[in-house]
Structure formats: structure tokens, C-alpha cells
């Protein structure tokens, strides 16, 4: 489940519950910099870099197929 932002994996709780419940891998990775990540000083915060970090946390997992849903208040999708 990769959340915005400004929230932790915590927040996302009743939904990692009702999804682990249901039989899927969640996996809840706080973006670097928020949450309980790292908070390093020197840090380039891009969508680029975003990005390549969650792609590393993929490959290291060894997940190659995910189900994802974007959302917030201006858009609601989901994707396969």
C-alpha cells in the first residue's frame, strides 16, 4: 500500500486488516522522510527519486505483479 505522504503505514491499518483478511500481501512502506522512515537532511525529494525507491523496495521483495488503486479528492482509480 503506498500512502501519501503525509500519513505513516499506521493510518492505513482498517485497510491492510481487511485486505491481509481477504489473502493478499500488503506491504505498507512509509515514503523517506515521513512516517517512521528515515529523515536524512540532505535529501532530494522528487517524484524521480520517489520512484526508484519504490521500485527498490519491489525488486528486494522480488514482486514483479501488484494490484493498485490511486486516490484522492480529485481522483478515484483503480488499475490492474
Known amino acids: ?8 503505514g499506521a493510518y492505513w491499518k482498517t ?3 481487511a485486505l491481509s483478511k481477504e489473502g493478499y500481501r ?8 515521513f512516517g517512521k522512515s528515515s529523515k ?4 532530494q525529494f522528487t517524484f524521480q527519486q520517489l ?7 519491489l525488486d528486494e521483495l522480488k ?3 501488484m ?9 478515484l482509480w483503480n488499475y490492474k
Open 1 to 8: 500500500l503506498l500512502h501519501g505522504k503525509n500519513f505513516n
Open 15 to 17: 485497510t491492510v486488516d
Open 26 to 33: 500488503v506491504v505498507v512502506p512509509d515514503q523517506i522522510g
Open 40 to 43: 536524512p537532511l540532505a535529501y
Open 51 to 57: 520512484a526508484q525507491n519504490t521500485k527498490a523496495i
Open 63 to 65: 514482486i514483479n505483479k
Open 67 to 75: 494490484w493498485y488503486s490511486l486516490e484522492n479528492i480529485f481522483l
